[in-house]
T-cell receptor, first 117, second 115 residues
């Protein structure tokens, strides 16, 4: 059973370009979470999605950032017009539906390291 | 509001010494989960432990042990007989048991094990 997959693992963009980060949850998991880790910081929650629904986006910057988790395919975190301050590691986590797990747990992917030049 | 504080930013110990990483949390929930994660230099996040708020038993796993004290809202992590491979950043984290499940992380403690 493959773990959470993220790609690319490293992404370099110039200021003003778009960044697309992909997350494939573990098989059977319908919940996806995105976290951002700025240099020398802990992880900060960004957004929580279920298939085709955004459940909580309280941690998302108001502009330039968006996330989706379509019925088919991976979850995408999209950053438009990137700036240097977007340079960070972006982690995705997935979890199964609550009713299938007596205790929920989030499984983390390896992260995507975004560098904005 | 939920909050996790790891007061120790950086710790250095000599190999084979014991070391304790402190974690203090704040939450108004009566039911919650506490976690520890390890982030080695390679950058991935390694899950170490999850603790339910109703289970205050201390846990030991090999050289690792955890001390959960609800009375002081602390969830400290001890590495016994440290090894160089233990060098990493360690994060303590908290999540509601009921709700939107987001995990609140502390800022981490960078642990250096010196040979």
């Amino acid at each position: 059973n493959a773990g959470v997959m993220q790609n690319p693992r490293h992404l370099v963009r110039r200021r003003g370009q778009e960044a697309r980060l992909r997350c494939s949850p573990m098989k059977g998991h319908s919940h996806v979470y995105w976290y951002r880790q700025l240099p020398e910081e802990g992880l900060k929650f960004m957004v929580y999605l279920q298939k085709e629904n955004i459940i909580d986006e309280s941690g998302m910057p108001k502009e330039r950032f968006s996330a989706e988790f379509p019925k088919e395919g991976p979850s995408i975190l999209r950053i438009q017009q990137v700036v240097r301050g977007d340079s960070a590691a972006y982690f995705c986590a997935s979890s199964p539906p609550r009713f299938l797990a007596g205790v929920y747990e989030q499984f983390f992917g390896p992260g995507t390291r975004l560098t904005v030049l | 509001a939920q909050k996790v504080t790891q007061a120790q930013t950086e710790i250095s110990v000599v190999e084979k010494e014991d070391v304790t990483l402190d974690c203090v949390y704040e939450t108004r929930d009566t039911t919650y989960y506490l976690f520890w994660y390890k982030q080695p230099p390679s950058g991935e996040l390694v899950f170490l432990i999850r603790r339910n708020s109703f289970d205050e038993q201390n846990e030991i796993s090999g050289r690792y042990s955890w001390n959960f004290q609800k009375s002081t809202s602390s969830f400290n992590f001890t590495i016994t007989a440290s090894q160089v491979v233990d060098s990493a950043v360690y994060f303590c984290a908290l999540s509601e048991a009921i709700g939107d499940d987001k995990i609140i992380f502390g800022k981490g403690t960078r642990l250096h094990i010196l040979p």
